[in-house]
């Protein structure tokens, strides 16, 4: 078993869906990344979670740390919203990221 | 500057070349991170540098050789690679270490035949 899980692997959703992605994990954490890839490679962090919720513009990321798991909200989506959502963590005990296998958003208009 | 830079964006090398890979960053960064991408796969990590000095290396073959000149420019040497090395070779870089945001550059696509 994985020590970062991600579900779905694949979502594809309508413009101006409500769109979630989840993340368990099964370590002590540190700290708990979501990145985004877009085709052609850059990867972009978008938040780092500890404790809580945070909110950039569209977006909103939770974590419980007591039932070791995270989720990653899109409001509004939008067909540039498509790309890979990849969930990583730094453990507690390493220096590196442990990262899920990343779930595939295809937003349609 | 919040940019982590890459070159060559696209490189394709015979198996007997030697080519190299660059990162840079001026963002002050204390650690810096290659990565390896296979498509449809989270990054692996191959190599990590703190305060310029090699804190992580995951087993990576010798024909794949990092270097860290100086807090801003990180290197990758690439010799007698094989085909199935052919992939997205990404940099970052993170103020102090994991647990702080990484900033990833937009990767070198290398292609081995």
């Known amino acids: 078993k994985n020590e970062v899980e991600q579900s779905p692997q694949n979502l594809t959703a309508q413009e101006g869906e409500f769109i979630t992605i989840n993340c368990s994990y099964s370590?002590?954490?540190?700290?708990l990344h979501w990145l985004q890839q877009h085709p052609g490679g850059g990867i972009v962090s978008l938040f780092m979670l500890s404790s809580g919720k945070k909110k950039h513009g569209r977006l909103i990321a939770t974590i419980n740390i007591q039932e070791k798991h995270s989720s990653l909200h899109i409001t509004a989506s939008h067909p540039r919203d498509s790309a890979v959502y990849i969930c990583a963590v730094s453990s507690t005990s390493g220096s590196r990221l442990t990262f899920g296998e990343g779930t595939q958003l295809t937003v349609n208009p | 500057d919040t940019e982590v830079t890459q070159t060559p964006k696209h490189l394709v090398m015979g198996m007997t070349n030697k080519k190299s890979l660059k990162c840079e960053q001026h963002m002050g960064h204390r650690a810096m991170y290659w990565y390896k991408q296979k498509a449809k796969k989270p990054p692996e990590l191959m190599f990590v540098y703190s305060y310029e000095k090699l804190s992580i290396n995951e087993s990576v073959p010798s024909r794949f050789s990092p270097e860290c000149p100086n807090s801003s420019l990180l290197n990758l040497h690439l010799h007698a690679l094989q085909p199935e090395d052919s992939a997205l070779y990404l940099c970052?870089?993170?103020?102090?270490?994991?647990?702080?945001?990484?900033?990833f550059g937009p990767g070198t696509r290398l292609t081995v035949l």
């Open positions: 370590v002590g954490i540190s700290a």
């Open positions: 970052a870089s993170s103020p102090w270490g994991s647990t702080d945001t990484q900033y």
